[in-house]
């Protein structure tokens, strides 16, 4: 997998949308952009995905630029229950493929 | 979605003893399962992948044999600490892969609270 780097910590206040940044510079043409997000001492929960077109679901928006060298996650009225771990992970798209995780970042909510 | 369910949440267990932790999907069949394990304010560290019917593949640096996976059937796996010590103690994850919905997102377990006295 192709290495991401991610701010350790954020804090956005709630109601205000919270925009996470993540660098891939050397994803491959095959690798795509993963998001998940770890809420204290649960599992990882999955956001959303994508190649190379910006795509946006039920929880959050996920903007990759057109190089495809860094991706921005986006939570457009950010809740007290959005605090998590957010990881950004690149990976290619088949079976066999593991989800290795980085340090993502640290997200506070603040009221 | 899917559902993984991942028992127990909490063991205490003696130095010495052995703890299985059971990994299930729900509602759908997983001939892939991963398992990991992650310390406080760490990121999760991938343990190994856990192919149904076949040995499981270990990562790096990982006891196989302090370690052992069953993938028996395509809704289950477990992991198995054996012999654990206090340097085990940490927090294990699994996740399983929805085939339904092809290779796209990985479903996580809510994870087991290992700590070894």
């Known amino acids: 997998d192709a290495k991401t780097t991610q701010p350790p910590s954020m804090d956005c206040a709630e109601g205000r949308a919270a925009n996470l940044p993540c660098n891939h510079s050397?994803?491959?043409?095959?690798?795509?952009v993963y998001w998940y997000r770890q809420i204290h001492s649960q599992g990882p929960q999955y956001i959303i995905h994508g190649l190379k077109n910006n795509e946006t679901n039920e929880m959050a928006s996920l903007i990759i630029t057109e190089d495809r060298k860094s991706s921005t996650l986006i939570l457009p009225h950010a809740t007290l229950r959005d605090t998590a771990v957010y990881y950004c992970?690149?990976?290619?798209?088949?079976?066999?493929?593991?989800?290795?995780f980085g340090q993502g970042t640290r997200l506070t909510i603040n009221p | 979605g899917a559902v993984v369910s991942q028992h127990p949440s909490r063991v205490i267990c003696k130095s010495g003893t052995s703890v299985k932790i059971e990994c299930r999907s729900l509602?759908?069949?997983?001939?892939?399962m991963f398992w990991y394990r992650q310390f406080p304010k760490k990121s999760l560290m991938l343990m190994a992948t856990?192919?149904?019917?076949?040995?499981?593949?270990?990562e790096q640096g990982v006891e196989k044999d302090k370690f052992l996976i069953n993938h028996a059937s395509l809704t289950l796996s477990t992991l198995t600490v054996t012999s654990a010590h206090p340097e085990d103690s940490s927090f294990y994850i699994c996740s399983a892969r929805d085939s339904r919905t092809g290779y796209e997102k990985l479903f996580f377990g809510s994870g087991t609270q290992l700590s070894v006295l």
């Open positions: 856990s192919n149904e019917g076949s040995k499981a593949t270990y």
């Open positions: 509602d759908f069949q997983a001939t892939t």
């Open positions: 050397t994803i491959s043409g095959n690798e795509y």
């Open positions: 992970i690149v990976r290619v798209f088949s079976e066999a493929q593991k989800l290795v």
